[in-house]
């Protein structure tokens, strides 16, 4: 029913391993951060050097820019930079997600003008999806875009969105036709660009204090029509496959991983049963997860179906991102109370809402898992 | 799938179909009364079962674990992981074997001690094992499901064997194995009951506090099924005692939540003894303290990991797919 395979990582695979431990190493003044958030540290310079490397759309075709690598060596590379807290947004959302969506359902110059830029580390995409009201219920997007002869006018808000002040590109959902009886036809991809297109961005503040993401306004905004992803109107199943696609990731359970670091390192070499038992229990769960999510390389690797299982790792893994620093919490030493260990709790505890939010709720992860086990 | 997985899945799929005919919920029961189940056990022997993983039986560690695993789904109330340990471990043969742990001239917490033809006692962190023929029973007494667990005399003349790697290991592994196996069951009946029972004019399963709960212990089901699976993946390996602590703990924490929601989702039935519920729950939950509880194997991972320094625990963690 619910297959988690045996998959280990061939040599190769490790080889590559050990090449990005000597590349951190090498680039050591681009972190470690405090936390190791995929979302919370914009760094082009480190992106563009990540994309010399080939690491930025490995597992596309080469004549996109990519390295035709499989996903368990991408896999490696992202568990190495995150471990590491390493920079990475800035070019993770079109590595992840905006890239493959072009791949499956973009057109040949969608592909020939947007993948090697991404490629290189040098464009970065946000995501289009929330808006003032809508969250969970994506199909409610009201940011309308109305054909008129080869452009689309754009009207409407998205909010929420990461690194839109930063990035040059956004995917957006937009509806090309208005919603009738069928709520999820209707709807269509389309990108945007953030710096040209005249659209209004304005940062939002987090509860942590930083400025990450924002609420972009789209007021008679024009775009070519040849912006448009995919089959005008075909937008839902393409967003849903997007989403189940990227939900198993070494960033679903690693986001807090540099507070296990700090906790360890505060212990010492001698902790105590109780520290001793905090650094153990956080291991198990990492060492799980990671497993599953190797699996769930696996299966896509074969090009099976991910969507359950994919559910089934960020359920667990952003979940225990959040149990982590609180494990940490009460077992660190009193003498870790002003130390690197309290400032990346600190700043780990107050992303962690964030963590069972985005990518899917907790709630609408539950309810695609139910639905695999035939409950609804 | 190649042909040694091919081989596991049909000793896998001939286990399945004894163990589902033969432990329904009158052999459960009668177990549980502490009659032991002679004829489940004469198929079991016929089918090799109790051999499985042993020296020259085309076997190795990793399909026995698997059969360990398959017994949990079916709570099989037989000291099989036992068996199979010392079949693995001394190879002799025919007959019921049993293991416990050694404890001031006795071996205590031995399954069905009273019909074993041999007993063998481990102690924590020694590779030596007691051998004792003909165990004479001093008490009989079970778990907390019901399982026979009996102590025996450790006659001050019992020789030693040596097993590697570490014995008391290898039975933690063992109850990894056995509590997935039990978590999976589980599941499947809170599915079931989920799907069946009507309350307010439809099925549980159509409300979705219950289904959050299902898709909660679904994924607690799958992060066990892997933790055990990884536990077993190298016995030689330097790294094995470690799996195995990232195991019984994960897998432990896992089934707590598990028992406790799949309760929930059974209200009263599964709080009856004529529910079969019992027979899977419980076992999961003995089998959490047999051989280290999640506290005990957490501080032996968290010790080794604090030994080798902050900055090479993502190195330990990473080291194996």
């Not at chain 2, 450790?154 to 990894?176: G, H, K, S, W, Y």
């Not at chain 2, 019984?248 to 799949?262: F, P, W």
């Amino acid at each position: 029913m619910l297959q988690f395979d045996r998959v280990s990582l061939d040599a190769d695979t490790e080889a590559l391993r050990d090449k990005v431990r000597t590349f951190l190493a090498a680039n050591k003044a681009h972190f470690p951060r405090p936390n190791s958030d995929f979302s919370s540290g914009h760094d082009p310079e480190f992106s563009r050097k990540l994309g010399e490397q080939g690491w930025i759309g490995m597992s596309w075709p080469k004549a996109y820019g990519g390295s035709e690598q499989s996903f368990f060596e991408r896999y490696v590379v992202t568990e190495e930079l995150l471990s590491a807290g390493a920079p990475v947004s800035a070019h993770w959302i079109a590595d992840r997600q905006s890239g493959p969506l072009l791949l499956r359902y973009g057109t040949e110059a969608q592909r020939q003008a947007y993948l090697p830029a991404i490629t290189r580390g040098e464009s970065y995409f946000s995501i289009g999806m929330s808006e003032p009201d809508t969250g969970s219920d994506l199909a409610s997007v009201r940011t309308m875009a109305v054909k008129e002869g080869d452009q689309y006018r754009i009207n409407g808000t998205k909010i929420w969105t990461t690194d839109a002040h930063r990035n040059h590109f956004i995917v957006c959902l937009v509806r090309t036709e208005p919603a009738g009886e069928n709520r999820h036809a209707g709807l269509s991809q389309i990108i945007v660009d953030l710096q040209n297109d005249g659209v209004q961005i304005k940062p939002i503040a987090n509860m942590s204090g930083s400025e990450d993401f924002n609420e972009v306004v789209f007021e008679d905004v024009m775009v070519p029509a040849d912006r448009v992803v995919g089959e005008p109107g075909k937008g839902w199943v393409q967003v849903t496959s997007e989403l189940a696609y990227e939900r198993s990731g070494p960033e679903r359970f690693l986001s807090a991983f540099r507070v296990f670091v700090e906790l360890v390192r505060a212990c010492g070499q001698q902790p105590s049963p109780h520290e001793a038992a905090a650094i153990g229990r956080i291991a198990s769960h990492i060492m799980t997860l990671r497993r599953m999510s190797i699996s769930v390389a696996g299966m896509l690797q074969k090009d099976k179906d991910v969507v359950v299982e994919a559910a089934l790792v960020k359920e667990l893994g952003n979940n225990f991102e959040k149990v982590l620093p609180e494990i940490a919490r009460l077992a660190a030493p009193m003498a870790a109370r002003n130390s690197a260990f309290r400032r990346s709790f600190e700043q780990t505890l107050l992303l962690s809402p964030s963590f069972t939010l985005r990518g899917g709720t907790r709630e609408i992860l539950r309810g695609v898992i139910a639905r695999g086990l035939g409950l609804r | 799938m190649s042909e040694k997985q091919e081989t596991l899945q049909i000793i896998l799929d001939t286990a399945e179909k004894i163990f589902a005919d033969y432990c329904d919920k009158t052999l459960l029961d009668e177990a549980e009364r502490g009659d032991f189940p002679h004829r489940l056990w004469q198929q079991v022997s016929q089918n090799g079962f109790d051999r499985l993983g042993a020296p020259n039986s085309g076997t190795d560690a990793q399909d026995m674990y698997a059969l360990i695993k398959q017994s949990g789904r079916f709570a099989v109330p037989l000291p099989l992981a036992e068996t199979l340990l010392v079949n693995r471990w001394c190879d002799y043969g025919e007959g019921i074997f049993s293991i416990g742990v050694i404890e001031e001239g006795q071996i205590v917490d031995v399954p069905w001690g009273r019909v074993a033809d041999k007993v063998l006692g481990v102690s924590q962190n020694s590779g030596l094992v007691a051998v004792v023929d003909s165990p004479q029973v001093v008490q009989q007494s079970t778990n907390l499901a019901g399982d026979p667990r009996d102590s025996v005399v450790l006659p001050a003349d019992t020789p030693f064997i040596e097993v590697a790697p570490d014995p008391m290991t290898q039975l933690a592994a063992a109850r990894c194995n056995q509590m997935a196996g039990s978590a999976e069951a589980i599941l499947a009946l809170g599915l079931q009951f989920a799907n069946e029972r009507i309350q307010f004019g439809r099925p549980i399963a159509k409300f979705q506090a219950i289904q959050h709960s299902l898709a909660v212990v679904a994924a607690e089901v799958a992060a066990a099924s892997r933790s055990a699976d990884a536990a077993v993946d190298d016995l030689s390996s330097d790294r094995f005692l470690f799996e195995v602590a990232a195991a019984k703990s994960r897998v432990g924490e896992a089934v707590t939540i598990i028992a406790e929601q799949v309760h929930q989702v059974h209200g009263a039935m599964g709080f009856t003894h004529e529910h079969r519920l019992h027979h899977y729950s419980r076992r999961a939950w003995a089998w959490r303290d047999e051989y280290g509880n999640e506290f005990y194997w957490q501080g032996v991972l968290g010790a080794h990991l604090a030994g080798l320094g902050a900055d090479h625990a993502w190195q330990f963690i990473a080291t194996r797919g």
